[in-house]
């Protein structure tokens, strides 16, 4: 069985390593070696820590796409069209994908998941949802009796991990962030973390999954955590709750909401207790009710998990990714209608407004301004409530659960 | 595709009801309509929940077993040798066997994988490890990549209630008893749940199939939670811990340590908020790091959302049962000889004898007796411990985690 490799960062080494660790394993599993026979790479002249033995290092995806020789080719090198052009060529060729490029894959997957059919060739992607989290398997085999009405999840490892330093040590956002810069948990540039976008990508091509429906992502609301304020977790926190960066969409069979936005979750949800860096999926189907799955959302051999069992299964030609939804399964989309609570901070007191509009709050226990919990709240009056101008709204948060 | 099923009890009614409700996806899924052809049960006459169409019911096995229609069996009728001798003979005939039965499969599943395996059939029992939770899936198959060195799981839904309910509301261990029971969440006679025998069965299943080694379910230690008091839960409270009932086990790649046990977790340990009758499964791999598995461990419609994706996966001719163990391939048990903390309550004050013994320990806020957390402690050294006759210990816990 005869490998190509696309990129060779933190996860193609990572990919390498738990190739040769596990070689014993994996080899009693395919029935055959697994042979690393080709690599592309930017720069072959980089050191590198990982050995590639004996194979072919190029920086010419020509030499590759005319090779005869490639089973199966892992794509661990980002990018976009680019990427996308290369991955149709290979499918194109019959040749098996493991891709762990969400971005790419949150915009391209139905389309290349067409060509993989056509082809005859298997498209996956566990690596790029929630890292090492064997949640694409989960929700294609091992919840496949259930029709899912509701996914959420805990998606980007950066944002968590500066909400639990806030939450837990009182850290406020600007001191979080840069330690998890130090310890590479953000980029340089973390606007793709910290505004949303990564989880994004991965609550569109989880819902895309649990729903067979298709998603466009430039249709998805997006609220980072840059605006959180040490204030509301603190208060959240005094109330009992926990401000977590979710993303969560639910599907009625007809009609799919999806937003990725901060939410506060009550304290004793499962997700609640998912703390730093670590990723969870909470996933609800009619007959099994709640379930989820935790685990770690990023990092070289933690990643590399998710792509070798993709490769086993791939090649022993086992559960090999579903076709996905049909040309014509857009998902109707929609705001949520179901009323919710909301936590929400004024500056000024606006308990009798509140009750003109017949909502009924609790006080939250807050240094300054006002705090409340509302009950569940219509999105109409919501809307009102927002709009008007007597009150300043400084800070509205979901609150999950009624 | 015709479907025998083996007892109509609340998982078998289950089945039918997801079978119906999810008929649409189901169908889809597997490119045909699944019919149940025959069903099995011990009262023909009773009356029964669910329509089951125009299904066979019969309280003759050898009907069953004579005829030619049947493509898959689902077993949900309990029983140990005359249940083994049944599924037996069906795999003998190359029909594949889905089955909930962990008591059984516990004590049978090697036989019974061969018997699969030299007959051309499936053996597949997802529903007989913490209900609806796809582990067994996500072992197989998800972490198919790593080699797992470490499983552990709160696998038993009535003892996790007790407990939790000791926990969180202060009641005894016999009152939390009375209220599992009248929610049907213990059996009138407990036995089973509380000493620990349930949870048993299930990390036997669990180890073996995550360590690919057979488990002689006598050899594996069992401490309930019949004795547990509730001081000591409160103790374990105050010193930032939860008493769980856990399951696990350890593998170095030849030896194998497991156990059930009452055992201290810390409070933010992933497995410690799993709370009341809910199920989890704590997987370590040497390439994905902690994982975890969260859900319903048992009632109808969840544990037949385990059945029917099985049902479904086996149809499919995909994600069927790896091989078992070889033959030959019994783990060698062994005590586990980490050294590990201890929670120790006695009946009088131990610190000096301690120091001698050279134990590091801190001391537990406690209303009466003595009570510590001691440094980690080898098993030489804890026997002695144990053995001495001038201190009374009243109770001794492992503490999770270094």
């Known amino acids: 069985m005869n490998l190509a490799i696309l990129g060779m960062g933190t996860v193609g080494c990572g990919v390498v390593d738990v190739l040769s660790e596990n070689r014993e394993k994996i080899t009693g599993l395919i029935g055959e070696e697994i042979t690393i026979s080709h690599v592309y790479v930017n720069n072959v002249d980089k050191e590198r820590s990982v050995d590639l033995g004996g194979a072919i290092i190029t920086d010419d995806i020509n030499s590759l796409l005319d090779s005869d020789d490639i089973d199966t ?11 996308r052009d290369i991955l149709t060529k290979f499918l194109k060729k019959g040749i098996h994908v493991v891709s762990a490029n969400k971005d790419m894959l949150a915009k391209y997957i139905d ?7 056509d082809n005859g060739a298997s498209l996956l992607y566990e690596a790029s949802i929630a890292g090492g989290i064997p949640i694409v398997n989960a929700i294609e085999y091992g919840l496949n009796a259930n029709r899912i009405h509701k996914v959420m999840g805990i998606l980007n490892g950066t944002t968590n991990y500066i909400l639990s330093k806030m939450t837990k ?16 948990y953000a980029e340089a540039d973390p606007t793709n973390d910290v505004d949303g976008f990564d989880a994004q990508r991965k609550i569109v091509l989880l819902s895309r ?51 990725v936005a901060p939410v506060l979750l009550p304290a004793d949800h499962q997700l609640a207790s998912v703390e730093y860096e670590k990723n969870a999926v909470y996933v609800m189907g009619n007959a099994v009710g709640e379930t989820m799955f ?42 949520s209608d179901q009323p919710c609570r909301y936590y929400i901070r004024f500056d000024s007191d606006i308990g009798g407004y509140l009750e003109e509009m017949d909502i009924d709050y609790s006080p939250v226990d807050s240094t300054d301004d006002t705090t409340v919990i509302t ?28």
Chains 1, 2 share one sequence.
């Open 73 to 83: 080719v892992v794509e661990v090198m980002g990018g976009m069209e680019a990427t």
């Open 111 to 117: 389309e290349l998941s067409l060509v993989a059919e």
């Open 169 to 184: 040590d009182g850290w406020d956002y600007q001191q979080a962030l840069e330690e998890a810069t130090e310890k590479g």
């Open 209 to 259: 999954l649990a729903y067979e429906r298709k998603v466009d992502i430039d249709e998805v609301p997006v609220t980072g955590i840059r605006d959180v304020q040490l204030k509301d977790i603190k208060n959240a926190k005094a109330a009992g709750f926990r401000l977590k960066l979710v993303g969560k969409s639910e599907f009625d069979g007809v009609g799919m909401s999806i937003e």
């Open 294 to 335: 935790y685990g770690p959302g990023a990092g070289g051999m933690e990643t590399a998990s998710a792509v070798v069992s993709d490769l086993i299964n791939c090649m022993k030609n086992q559960n090999v990714a579903c076709k996905g939804p049909r040309p014509d399964q857009f998902a109707q989309m929609k705001m």
């Open 375 to 402: 009950e569940p709240v219509g999105q109409a009056l919501l809307k009102k409530l927002k709009s008007n101008e007597a009150y300043n709204i400084k800070a509205i948060y979901q609150v999950e659960g009624n």
